[in-house]
Every structure is written in structure tokens, then in C-alpha cells.
């Protein structure tokens, strides 16, 4: 069935795209307004875009028509936000984080999360999450009225020591991070635990492939 972006409602697009664009990722990322108040909320328009400058990105939108959400306007303004990865064990104190508070509510207060100094940054990082990332604002992509994306350059990361299979090599655990992903509508979450592996196919490889499956025609 063809859905004509152009001929649908923004919300109906909207739909359509987090019932199909899915796993996501979730980015739950703390970050602090000019007075230091701390802010916390997860959001799943978010993946990694480059590896050197490591790059994350958030799309970010507004509560109502012209109030951007706390977390993209604390980002402009104080450039420097924490992401922590979401697994298993935090899914329902980062659901508690999402709840629509008024801008001087301490999310991490609410959902009674520890928190950790950042090395590199103001805004903490959460205790509990397998993962953290410290990021300084790259640039901001005005992608509406409503919406803005925020690219972060990764200044340091820090996982659960028990996480990290080999510090010298820098191999992770990544079975047992237990990370979810967001699925469709408003309340659905995958786990990542169910994987499969396929090696990638070298050229020559496919090549000799081919050439087998021809003379066995
Ligand atoms: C799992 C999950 C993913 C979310 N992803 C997004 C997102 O990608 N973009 C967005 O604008 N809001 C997203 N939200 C909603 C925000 O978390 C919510 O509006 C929150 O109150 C924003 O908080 P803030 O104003 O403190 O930044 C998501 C909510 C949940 C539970």
C-alpha cells in the first residue's frame, strides 16, 4: 500500500514511521539548563553517524508549537549533554524520566536515579545505565519549526566495569549490556537478546560463488 507522504497528515507520517523504522535505540540524555537545574528524558531518534569525529544524533521535538522540549533547549544552551544507553534493568525508571514534568522537575529525583560526575562535562551521568556517553553539541539542524536534530561529538564513554570483555582491545560485552530498543506505538520495547550472525561475504569470495551456481545450471 502506497502512503504519499504529501497527501497524509504530519502526525499520520508520524505514525507510520515509528511503527516501521524499528528497533530504535534509545538515547536517555541528561543535561543541565544555564543554572544548573538537571533535566532527564530518553529519546528514540537517535543512532551513531560517524566514527571519526564520533558523532551521535537526537532528534528532538517541542511540547506544544514554540516550546522546543527542556532537554534540546538546555542542549543550545549549555552545549554539553550526557547520553546513557537504556538496558533491561533501567526500562522503567527511564519510562518514569519521560513523563511530561514542567521544566524545573529533576527527572533523575523523580525516578530516584544515582548519579556519577562527568569527566568531561557539567550534566552527570545515570549510575545504573551499562553505558554512558559524554558529548559536547556539534551542531544543531533546524529540521522544522517543531523539531530539531542535535549532533554530538563523543568526548569520552564510560561502561560497567563487569561490561568490558578486554579494556586493552577495547572489546564489550555487548550480549550482556541487555539493551532495549524502542518498537511501535507508545508502550513497546524490544530486547536484544535475540541475535543471529552472518559473516560478511568477501568479493572474491561472491565471485567464486557465482561462478559454482552458474555451472550447476
Ligand atoms: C522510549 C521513549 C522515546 C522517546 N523518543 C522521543 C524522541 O525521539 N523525540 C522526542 O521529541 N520525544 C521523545 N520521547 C518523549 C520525551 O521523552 C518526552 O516528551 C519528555 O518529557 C521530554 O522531556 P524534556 O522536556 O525534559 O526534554 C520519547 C519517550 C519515550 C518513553
Excluded at 511503527?19 to 529519546?43: C, E, K, M, Y
Excluded at 548519579?115 to 545515570?126: Q, W
Aim: proline letters at 7%; charged letters at 20%.
Amino acid at each position: 500500500m502506497l502512503f504519499d507522504f504529501a497527501k497524509i497528515s504530519a502526525r499520520d507520517g508520524y505514525k507510520l514511521m515509528v511503527a516501521t523504522i524499528t528497533p530504535r535505540p534509545i538515547a536517555w540524555v541528561v543535561s543541565q539548563d544555564g543554572n544548573g537545574h538537571l533535566n532527564a528524558a530518553p529519546f528514540s531518534f537517535f543512532n551513531a553517524f560517524s566514527g571519526d569525529p564520533p558523532v551521535v544524533g537526537i532528534g528532538i521535538g517541542s511540547h506544544e508549537p514554540g516550546r522546543a522540549k527542556d532537554t534540546r533547549r538546555n542542549i543550545c544552551e549549555t552545549r554539553e549533554f550526557v547520553v546513557n544507553l537504556v538496558s533491561e534493568t533501567v526500562a522503567e525508571a527511564m519510562n518514569i524520566t519521560a513523563i511530561e514534568f514542567e521544566p524545573e522537575v529533576n527527572e533523575l529525583a523523580e525516578a530516584r536515579l544515582k548519579t556519577i560526575p562527568s569527566v568531561h562535562v557539567k550534566p552527570p551521568r545515570i549510575a545504573a545505565s551499562p553505558v554512558s556517553l559524554e558529548c559536547a553539541l556539534l551542531q544543531t539542524v533546524e529540521l522544522g519549526p517543531d523539531n530539531g536534530l542535535v549532533l554530538g561529538r563523543i568526548l569520552a564513554m564510560h561502561v560497567h566495569d563487569d561490561l568490558v570483555l578486554d579494556p586493552a582491545k577495547h572489546y564489550i560485552d555487548t550480549p550482556n549490556l541487555k539493551l532495549i530498543g524502542r518498537m511501535h506505538g507508545t508502550g513497546w520495547y524490544a530486547r536484544t537478546s535475540d541475535l543471529f550472525s552472518r559473516d560478511r561475504i568477501p568479493r572474491a569470495n561472491w565471485t567464486l560463488r557465482a561462478a559454482k551456481a552458474e555451472s550447476q545450471v
